[in-house]
Structure formats: C-alpha cells, structure tokens
C-alpha cells in the first residue's frame, strides 16, 4: 500500500519524530488515486500556545485584538490558544516579536494588564501610529519605541538629561578592556 | 636665545613620539614585606603626553622634571582602535596602555632628543591619544551585578548590522536604576547631526530589544547632539564605548 502525507494548508511543522495521524481514507472511485490519503492534525508548538496565552494574560486582548497585532485571523488566534493552529515559522515569529514587546511594556507597567492595553493601544502623538499598529505591521522594534514613549513622552525642547546618575565609590569593573 | 624658546616652539607637541633609551621605573614592594623595591628597565620608543599649552609654556633650558611622556609599545598589539580600551593604537603596530609607568623629563632633556623624533602621527589618532588620556579617568566603571547587563548593551551597539546608523552617534551613554528587578536602564545617543535624531533613537530601541530581559528593560531613548546634552549627563553616566565602531578620521571605523 503506497501512503501519502497530505498537508492541505501547507502549513504544518512537524515537530517531534511521531505525527499525529487521526484518520485513513481509501478512494472508491474509477478515478482513485493510487495512495491512500492521511490526513494529519495540525497542532500548536507548545512554545506558540504558551506565548499565545502569555500575550493575553499580560493585555487582556481579545482573539480580534491578538489578531491584529499578530496579522492573522481571529479564528486562527482562538486555535494557537487552543493548540490546534500549526505553528507555521511565520506566526511563530510575528508570536515571538508581539510577546517581546507585549513582556517588556508590561514589566516596565508593573505588571497591570489594563495599563499594558492602553498603551499599546495609544498614539504617542496625533498623527501617529500606535504600538499595536507597529506590531500589525510586522515592526516591533518601533512598537516598542512607540510605546515608550506613550510611557514617558519624549523630550521635545531643552538639553537631555537623565534620571539617574552614577553614584560615586560603587564602580568596580572596567566594561571594555 | 634659544634656551628661552619652549618645547612648542622646536615643534614638540602632544604625541610626539621619539626613540631613546630611557628608564622606565616602578617601586614594588621587596621581599621583606616593609621596604620599597626599585623595578626598572630600559625602554626605546616614547610618547609625549604633556598638553600642548604646557609645552608652550616650558622653555628648552627648563631641566626641572615637568614634562610626562609614556612608554610605547609594539608587542602583541591591540585589534581595534578604541579609545576607550585600557591600550590605545598610536599607530598600526604601535601602542601605550593605561595603566603602564610613565616616566617625567625635563625639557632640557627632551629637546636634546629632537634629532630622533619621528613625524607626527596621522591627525585621526592623535585626537583619540588626547581624547584615551582624559577619557581613561573620567568616566566611572559599572558596578558589578549591572556589568552583564553593560556588557550586553555594549555587544549589541558593536554588531555589524548596527555599524551603519551607528557610525553617526558620537557617543552612547546609559543610565541604571537598579533599585528594581530587573533593572530599567536609559540610554543616550550623542548625534553628529540633529537630522539622525528619529532614526538613531530606533537604533537605540531595536539595541534594547536585542537584551534580554531577564538583564534589564530600556524604558527610555534620547538622542540630542553635543550642544543639546547637559554636562551633567556626561559625566554620571556610563558609555557604552560606541566609539570604538564610531571613532572619526583617516583609520578604519569598528573592531577589526
């Protein structure tokens, strides 16, 4: 009997050495193909679904809203948390990229969902993009900037200081030798 | 009279390298525990590392020791450039080192080594031999539970796909509150020109991406040039030796 693999949406990455087969289905038909047809689950990369379900503890974002950051569908987002959505390298990426920035905002809010999900929901200025904009359009390092400075809003005029200076008698280790 | 005339006018500057044999002393202490014990050896090539308004002001029949000048060296060379390293490249081969002895002569003496003085090296590294004498002390070191985070930072300013905007910031300051878990860190970005301001404060933010979290979390980018950065700035903060990519003039740009 000749077997063959079929993967409809292309998209599955198959992790592991078992495959997860669920069904065997023979063709009837005069026009059979000559191999049987598996049909093989799609499933989310344990690594995905935690992040998936990571971003929304840390926002409280709808699958609608996940999905906007992530570039995706909404149906496709409720299957990463589910587990059932195959973890293509793209979405695990854009999942990488949006918990980065997603993690970072929310340590730096201390931990409060409700303000992470305003911030990256707010504009720094008028007319521009917001965080969650950035991330839908594949750009986390601006996502980031943009939320920092929703955070703390830049310095527009006068000489840039900081906050917190050296302290004196505590240095010790030279950094580039 | 020419023992009126001063070491600047016989064409002795800051970073003039001449050859002679000269002393080169440290004290250690002896074997006994409790005196003092005279380490010395002969050395050949030298460089001037009096400023050059006190040269100005030293006349050549001065022989009262006043003039400082360091011992240069040609084995196992230094890659890169940077002037911030405790060894700075004064040519290709040649070197001086932070923390070496150094030795002080009087103008008297040294004017009678201007027969053996070398051209002047080129004008990007005596810039960044009089920039590594200031630099070397007036910057503090990180404390040690903020070095790995440091550390990281300093990599990620280095990487070769950061070269090109970071080849436009004169100088990348950082700034620590290590009062939380992890630690938040700034950082500052001294430009060349107000124009890269957007772009170069980017660079800082996908430079903070690229450190874990688990070492710190930026949660502030500036960027401003020379004229737009306080003082104070300067000189309680860290560096992030971004001029070790950056260093301006005719030698090759980053580590090699």
Redesign the interface.
């Given at each position: 009997m000749n077997l063959a693999i079929v993967d409809p949406y292309a998209t599955t990455i198959f992790e592991g050495t078992t495959w997860p087969l669920l069904r065997h289905q023979s063709e009837k038909s005069v026009f059979d193909f000559p191999y049987k047809w598996i049909a093989v689950q799609e499933r989310t990369s344990p690594e995905a679904q935690r992040m998936a379900h990571e971003i929304q503890a840390a926002t409280g974002w709808s699958t609608r809203t996940m999905a906007l950051a992530l570039g995706v569908s909404h149906p496709t987002v409720g299957k990463l948390l589910d587990g059932r959505a195959a973890s293509r390298l793209g979405i695990r990426q854009r999942l990488a990229a949006v918990h980065d920035v997603v993690s970072r905002i929310h340590d730096l809010l201390g931990h409060d969902a409700t303000s992470t999900d305003r911030i990256l929901r707010t504009r720094p200025e008028p007319n521009s993009m917001s965080p969650i904009d950035y991330l839908s359009i594949g750009n986390p390092t601006r996502a980031y900037l943009a939320a920092v400075d929703v955070i703390r809003p830049p310095r527009a005029t006068g000489l840039m200081r900081g906050d917190w200076p050296t302290r004196p008698g505590e240095a010790a280790s030279p950094l580039h030798e | 009279m020419v023992l009126e005339e001063s070491l600047y006018a016989f064409g002795w500057r800051q970073g003039s390298v001449f050859r002679a044999d000269l002393p080169l002393g440290a004290l250690v202490l002896s074997p006994d525990g409790v005196s003092p014990d005279s380490r010395q050896t002969d050395h050949g090539v030298w460089i001037v590392a009096t400023q050059d308004c006190d040269l100005a002001f030293l006349k050549v029949g001065n022989n009262e020791p006043s003039v400082e000048v360091r011992p240069v060296y040609d084995v196992d060379p230094p890659t890169d450039w940077?002037i911030?390293?405790?060894r700075l490249l004064v040519e290709e081969q040649r070197y001086v080192v932070g923390d070496s002895p150094r030795l002080t002569v009087s103008p008297a003496l040294l004017q009678t080594y201007t027969g053996v003085r070398e051209p002047s090296i080129a004008d990007g590294r005596l810039v960044a031999f009089k920039t590594w004498l200031g630099l070397r002390y007036d910057r503090?070191?990180?404390?040690?539970h903020l070095?790995p985070l440091?550390?990281r930072i300093?990599e990620e300013v280095r990487d070769k796909k950061r070269r090109l905007v970071g080849r436009r910031v004169r100088d990348l300051?950082m700034?620590?509150?290590d009062s939380l878990d992890?630690p938040?860190y700034?950082l500052?970005a001294v430009l060349e020109s107000p124009e890269d301001h957007g772009e170069v404060?980017?660079w800082l933010?996908?430079i903070?991406?690229s450190v874990p979290?688990r070492l710190g979390?930026?949660?502030?980018?500036?960027?401003?040039t020379a004229d737009?950065?306080?003082f104070?700035?300067v000189?309680?903060?860290?560096?992030?030796?971004v001029a070790?990519v950056t260093w301006s003039g005719p030698e090759p740009e980053g580590a090699q």
């Open positions: - | 940077g911030r390293s405790s503090p070191a990180v404390p040690p070095v440091a550390k300093g300051l700034q620590f509150d992890p938040r700034s500052f404060r980017e933010a996908d903070a991406r979290r979390i930026a949660d502030r980018f500036d960027a401003a737009e950065t306080a104070s700035l000189e309680t903060s860290y560096a992030a030796d070790q």
